[in-house]
């Protein structure tokens, strides 16, 4: 096209167009090309990504061992590891571990990589060492199925597995895209507002503009109308300047009320801080609620992502089936510990969490809780063995085929008829009344039910409706310490019946007789 060739110099201009495409740009005003040392002249940007790398470095990191399936839920920290010393402490280098993640994460917003050699000889690890962006370079490879790569440090060539990777917005594992690349028209336009900012102050807030005259002016005028306006425009002294007849002012830009930077500006900052899925209100510590959200959506992701590469790059193999690392985020999460806390009870309440359970979530070593707590007011039933167990009065009841067994002993007996009144004599007449007789409760002794200690008890137990006698036992245990405690021989007045039973202890009663009324 005609518009991009290259034109030859011309009289009286002075200058070359060598590139007409740029030239054009800069007509529309896009010319700005920001690097990542510009970016961080905003102040948005250079909060968000001290705030983020900051928790990100000051995290400790732990090594865990993780039991087999076939033991259970169980994992225990190990700290007699020298890489666990190396990510924490001191990395060998001239750097510490803090300033090395703190420029690890740094990196990968501002390159969209960060990348930590591992210095080791056979299984022994030495050392860790941070490589800033201009000291190495990826080579990605071609196939885009079996992905590989080669790091070139320092002429010398690497595999790409001696190092620990952190991407961001990553398509191959190896390299990644930075704010630069993914946001870099609008820091380009935070970067040309602070700089007109920087301008309006040099210039005192004047705006820009030109002169016109109504004739050609001497060398000597216009010599003399540069200097007072390039002191009219210094911010450094009160000046003025006085056009003389013909010379007539006019305006080329705005002010800044009249471009609104002020309300731009705000709103603009809290453009910049979402890149990195943050607030203006984090930043500036509003509350804890705030820095929990915070932490969560930009901090916690790229922990997750350092986590994967210390598995990856800091474990051999074999280690990889019971060995992991995790960052403890406890202290980052403190305000939500009462809700996490809270949760956890809900679980244990409800049974469907064990304590060993919940300290295996928590990366806690177990403590061999392997036991449900259950509530005093609680009737369970196994259907596996078909029993139901009453907490309360120490009670176990088993469904048979020949009806309910207490403690495995049937609570019928041939003494009693099939509506759970006292029989006697062979024929299995009743005496009529509801229950059995005392003077004839010595008769019939043969199937007399065993107390807990193997002792039979004096009479014969009375077979009662499932769920009277669940309330019967019920209403026994509760009273048990202020009625029962001490008393073989005892009575309940219950409903609009009078029960009899023996005592042998709690849970350990024998139900022989029951009146009405």
């Known amino acids: 096209m005609a518009l991009f060739r290259r034109r030859e110099k011309r009289s009286g201009d002075g200058f070359r167009i060598d590139d007409p495409a740029a030239d054009l740009a800069r007509a529309f005003g896009t010319s700005t090309k920001v690097t990542f040392e510009m970016a961080m002249q905003l102040p948005p ?3 968000s990504i001290d705030f983020i790398s900051s928790i990100c470095a000051r995290v400790p990191i732990k090594l865990y061992r993780e039991a087999p399936a076939e033991v259970g839920a169980k994992t225990e920290e190990v700290t007699d590891d020298r890489r666990v010393e190396l990510l924490n402490g001191s990395t060998g280098d001239s750097l510490n571990a803090y300033q090395m993640k ?3 994460v740094t990196d990968y917003f501002g390159q969209g990589q960060g990348y930590i050699y591992v210095r080791k000889g056979l299984n022994e690890w030495r050392s860790l060492h941070y490589l800033r962006p201009r000291d190495y370079a990826v080579n990605v490879g071609t196939d885009p199925i079996y992905k590989t790569a080669k790091v070139f440090v320092a002429d010398r060539e690497y595999f790409y597995w001696d190092f620990l990777r952190l991407c961001r917005n990553t398509e191959d594992g190896f390299t990644g895209k930075s704010i630069i690349d993914t946001n870099g028209d609008l820091i380009a336009l935070m970067y040309n507002t602070m700089r007109f900012e920087a ?19 001497t060398k000597q005028a216009m010599d003399d109308v540069k200097t007072a306006w390039r002191e009219l425009y210094s911010n450094r002294s009160n000046n003025m300047m ?3 007849e013909g010379l007539d002012y006019k305006e080329t830009s705005a002010t ?5 930077l002020n309300e731009n500006k705000l709103t603009n900052n809290d453009a910049l801080t979402m890149i990195f ?3 203006a209100k984090a930043l500036q510590g509003a509350s804890d609620d705030d820095i929990v959200s915070a932490v969560k959506t930009a901090v916690i992701p790229i922990i997750e992502q350092m986590e994967q590469a210390f598995n990856e790059g800091l474990l051999l193999e074999e280690e990889k089936k019971s060995l992991y690392w995790a960052c403890d985020t406890s202290a980052l999460e403190r305000g939500d510990i009462l809700k996490r806390f809270q949760a956890y009870k809900l679980a244990i309440e409800g049974n469907f969490m064990q304590a060993d359970e919940i300290r295996y979530k928590e990366d806690m070593p177990a403590l061999g809780l392997n036991w449900i707590r259950l509530g ?5 039933y196994d259907p596996k063995s078909k029993t139901i167990y009453t907490p309360n009065t120490n009670a176990s009841v088993k469904v048979g085929e020949g009806g309910i067994a207490v403690n495995d002993e049937l609570r019928y007996n041939e003494s009693h008829d099939d509506r759970g009144r006292f029989t006697f004599g062979s024929s299995g007449r009743s005496s009529g009344k509801t ?5 004839d409760l010595t008769n019939e002794l043969k199937d007399v039910r065993l107390d807990s200690n193997g002792k039979p008890f004096k009479y014969p137990t009375i077979k009662l409706p499932k769920k009277e006698y669940a309330n019967v036992m019920d209403e026994i245990g509760r009273n048990w310490n202020s009625k029962y405690e001490g008393k073989e021989m005892c009575r309940l007045k219950f409903t609009n019946k009078t029960y009899y039973f023996e005592n042998r202890g709690i849970g350990d009663y024998n139900i022989y007789h029951v009146e009405k009324g």
């Open 45 to 47: 940007v250079s909060a």
């Open 102 to 104: 703190k420029a690890w």
């Open 199 to 217: 301008m309006l102050m040099d210039t005192g807030g004047n705006k820009k503009g030109f002169l016109k005259a109504a004739h050609r002016l």
């Open 242 to 244: 006085i056009l003389n």
């Open 256 to 260: 800044s009320t009249e471009l609104q």
């Open 277 to 279: 899925l943050l607030s």
């Open 376 to 380: 005093l007011d609680d009737v369970l």
């Open 435 to 439: 229950g059995t007789g005392k003077s």
